[in-house]
């Protein structure tokens, strides 16, 4: 039950009866003190992730995603790679708008003005080859 003063999200995480705290532990290396709770004779060392991974166990799946690409590692990764997947989109309109006739030849066509006209010059040579 919560106090008036605490809330869902400040309380630690919970654990099972067959999970303990110190879950790498054995029994035979383990002393129970007054409380009942097991304390582990070999000192554990805490690893530096290790306060990072246990305040990401308790949120969800997308919200381990969402703080994951909040890093400014991630995005300029995502930055680097939209980059070169537009550039190689921009580059196959280039070489489809090369391919297409119009007049007059160097007119800057929009991209849906380049798939229109391919689709009709397309529709023009099956035409050809059909008579």
């Not at 790498?24 to 383990?30: A, I, L, N, Q």
């Not at 166990?57 to 995603?65: C, K, Y």
């Not at 070169?84 to 580059?91: K, L, S, Y």
């Amino acid at each position: 039950m919560l106090n008036s003063d605490q809330t869902e999200i400040d309380l630690p995480p919970t654990h099972s009866e067959s999970e303990s705290i110190f879950g790498d532990c054995g029994r035979t290396g383990s002393t129970e003190d007054a409380s009942g709770v097991g304390l582990c004779s070999q000192s554990r060392t805490a690893e530096p992730g290790d306060a990072v991974k246990k305040d990401l166990q308790h949120l969800s799946r997308e919200e381990r995603r969402r703080r994951r690409r909040a890093t400014a590692k991630y995005r300029t990764a995502h930055a680097t790679r939209e980059r070169i997947r537009v550039e190689a989109f921009n580059m196959a309109f280039a070489e489809l708008r090369k391919l297409l006739p119009t007049l007059p030849p160097d007119k800057k066509l929009s991209k849906i003005e380049i798939l229109r006209l391919a689709i009709c010059y397309i529709s023009y040579l099956n035409h050809v080859l059909d008579v």
